[in-house]
Structures are given as structure tokens and as C-alpha cells.
């Protein structure tokens, strides 16, 4: 795993830690980053993790002040999702993908909701036309699967903008290491009890090739759901505030 830094911050300065799981993203990538860098302040960083690209998603990333980390292969975004998590300085960990779905804009909606909020999500209700109609089903099944059977407090548990304390992130001891990564936050999220905000956003085009497998990644994400049912018999703890 290799690392690149153009600005450093000092932890002291930094409170939210935005993180940009990319694969194969030389298209999407530096449209997203020129926006959140128009957005953001020195309380933010930007960690943008390479899983194993072999285009020029590395060299889009390193024209801008983002910290580059790079896996030597492919490994899946809950992979890379956990790479940003051990190196996110930020008490605060907010994550959006590198596709240009999400408008970078809800990050600061998302970092103010987490000030009272333990978690924040962005919701497709809007912009659903740009979603393949296969995952519009997909997405809508694994999406009540998760708030009726766990008990999941948001709309979209499935999003790719979301945000919550590190402090809880740690404490899920996540394992998922494909697309079935949101859904295991969300269940755990939802066995801790979080407090969560939604966020209504305007879900685009996205730019560039689609990674996701409508069929082989939807099972994935259905035996994540199953994976956890154990959790449906005993809470999670939640970390206090420091004291």
C-alpha cells in the first residue's frame, strides 16, 4: 500500500475526513475532487483510495491536495472503505463515490447534520431516472429489507454519500469487503441505535464505466443481509461521548 500527500493538515485542525473509495475512475474522480475542494475548509481532509486501478484514476488524484492511498490490487470498496477508515484523521468520517452520482454539496449538508446527528445520509428519492430500472428493484427490496427487519432509522441505507463518528465505524469491526459494505454499517448502525438525519439530494448520471453487477453484486448484498440476522437478538454498544 503506497501513500501520497500534497497538504497536511494537523489533527487539531481537521474534524471531518471525507473519503473517495475509487476504482477505475479517471473520468468521474477530478470532477468530484475540483467540486469538494471548492466546498471545503481546513477543517476537512480528503483521502482518496485507489483500489487498484489501472487507469489513470492515480495520477487524476494527484493534481489535487487529496491524501492518495493505493492498494496493489483490486480488493473491493469495502476494502478500500476500510483503508480511509484507519487513515481518516476526523472525528467525523464521511464517504462519497468517485462516480459523480452525488452532489459533492451534500457533504456540507452531512458534516452540519452530524453535529447533531450520530449519522447522516444522503437520499436518492430524487433523480431515481438515473438509477438502471434492475437496480431500482434491487435497491428497493435491500432498502426496506434493512429498515423493517433491523430497524434501520434512514430512508436509503444502499446511498454512496453518507457520513457518522469514527468512534462508531471502529467499533463495528466491519468485514464486508465488496458493495455489501453499506449494508453491514447500516445494520450495525441500526443495532447501536444511532440517531440519524437524512439529507435529500439529486441523484445523477453517473460518469464513466458502472462497477457494480446488478446480479452478482446483489447477491452479495442479500447474504450480507443474511450474514447479520444474529444481530437482530442483541444490541451493539455505543460509544459515550469522551469524558
Known amino acids: ?95 462519497i463515490d468517485a462516480d459523480n452520482t452525488y452532489p459533492p454539496e451534500g457533504i456540507i449538508e452531512i458534516a452540519k447534520a452530524l453535529e447533531w446527528f450520530d449519522m447522516a445520509l444522503a437520499s436518492r428519492k430524487m433523480g431515481q431516472k438515473n438509477i438502471p430500472a434492475f437496480n431500482r428493484i434491487g435497491n428497493a427490496i435491500f432498502r426496506n429489507s434493512i429498515r423493517y427487519i433491523y430497524g434501520f432509522k434512514g430512508y436509503d441505507p444502499l446511498t454512496g454519500l453518507y457520513g457518522l463518528k469514527k468512534k462508531f465505524l471502529e467499533v463495528m469491526q466491519l468485514e464486508s469487503k465488496g458493495f455489501g459494505i453499506e449494508s453491514e454499517i447500516c445494520i450495525k448502525a441500526a443495532r447501536m441505535g444511532l440517531r440519524v438525519k437524512d439529507i435529500h439530494i439529486i441523484y445523477r448520471d453517473r460518469i464513466g464505466k458502472a462497477k457494480l453487477s446488478g446480479i452478482k453484486d446483489g447477491y452479495r448484498i442479500f447474504m450480507t443481509i443474511l450474514k447479520f440476522f444474529p444481530l437482530l437478538f442483541q444490541r451493539l454498544e455505543k460509544p459515550g461521548l469522551p469524558g
Open 1 to 95: 500500500m503506497n501513500t501520497n500527500s500534497k497538504k497536511h493538515h494537523t489533527s487539531e485542525e481537521i474534524k471531518h475526513s471525507i473519503i473517495i473509495p475509487a476504482y477505475n475512475e479517471e473520468a468521474g474522480l477530478p470532477i468530484v475532487l475540483k467540486d469538494v475542494f471548492h466546498l471545503i475548509d481546513n477543517s476537512f481532509e480528503v483521502i482518496v483510495v485507489d483500489d487498484g486501478s489501472t487507469d489513470r484514476t492515480r495520477e487524476e488524484a494527484k493534481e489535487f491536495p487529496c491524501r492518495l492511498v493505493c492498494h496493489v490490487h483490486n480488493s473491493g470498496k469495502g476494502e478500500a472503505m476500510k483503508t480511509g477508515i484507519r487513515e481518516a484523521k476526523g472525528e467525523n468520517v464521511i464517504f
